[in-house]
């Protein structure tokens, strides 16, 4: 007899920690979990980049997140941890927010405690807002949510704006609210890591932000599993990836005016379809032919 998937409040009291890859749409979401990944996070960043070739600067809509994310748990049964950056707006806003991604599949929705328009957490020129609102909307967003499977994050991006200290005092404030997780965005030095964790780990998931490039070392998965997180993200990897590998499908196909150079670097029709898995979706047609 198959047993239920554990949920992904369960695998978190669990030891180790989950790494999930940040995707976009639902064929990123389909590869990450055929290579065997636990979760996902649907990242509003990488949202930006492939849906509307931007910056992540507060463009990028609470419906677009949405309907993307609606796209992707209709495709794959993975859970997936969603980026809703600020709530998109006040405290009624962010219980919209939280309603309509808890509905559309949403195991986790992470909010920040940034002003809007918001920008990516490894930005310069970030802002926050006070304790007292960031506290409002937290609370707003438990009040919202249908099923206590549905799990809160919260993230801080204090440290670049008041300081490490003033990032775990208001980590605190937003613990006491009662929500499921934590978020210390661009925690700069190792030693700042250890801090973290030893003053939260104990109490509370904890999430480590993985961007290539950007103000927090680059660890594994399993040395900050190690360091005591719960979470790992690696959210923008996956469309920085892409966009490597397709500018090289550009270029040559550019150059020789013909894929054929390429061909090893790519899939063929038959191998996209089986990647797709179209044989088995027409065997399901067949099924209900008259």
Known sequence: MSTSPLSLQERLKRDGAVLAPGVYDALSALLAQQA????????????????????????????????????????????????ADTGFGNALNTQRTVKEFERAGAKMI??????????????????????????GKLHAALDARRSAQTLILARTDAIAVEGFEAALDRAEAYLACGVDALFIEAIKTPEHMKVVCDRFASRVP?????????????????????????????????????????????????????????????????????????????????????
Not at 59 to 78: G, P
Not at 110 to 135: W, Y
Not at 266 to 283: C, Q, S, Y
């Open 36 to 83: 065997g990944f636990e979760a996902l996070y649907l990242s509003g960043a990488s949202i930006a980049y492939t849906r509307l070739g931007r910056s992540d600067v507060g463009l990028t809509t609470a419906t677009e997140v949405c309907q993307t994310l609606s796209l992707i748990t209709e495709r794959v049964d993975l859970p997936v941890i969603v980026d």
């Open 110 to 135: 992470q909010l920040e405690d940034q002003t809007f328009p918001k920008r990516c957490g490894h930005l310069a020129g970030k802002n926050v807002v006070s304790i007292a609102e960031m506290k």
């Open 206 to 290: 904890l999430l480590a932000n993985m961007v290539e490039g950007g103000q927090t070392p680059i660890e594994s998965a399993k040395l900050l599993s190690d360091r005591g997180f719960k979470l790992v993200i690696f959210p923008g990897g996956t469309v920085r990836a892409l966009i490597h590998n397709m500018q090289a499908y550009f270029k040559s196909l550019h150059t020789h005016q013909t894929t054929e150079p390429f061909r090893s670097q790519m899939l063929d029709f038959d191998g996209l379809n089986a990647v797709i898995e179209t044989p088995e979706l027409l065997a399901l047609g067949k099924k209900y032919d008259a």
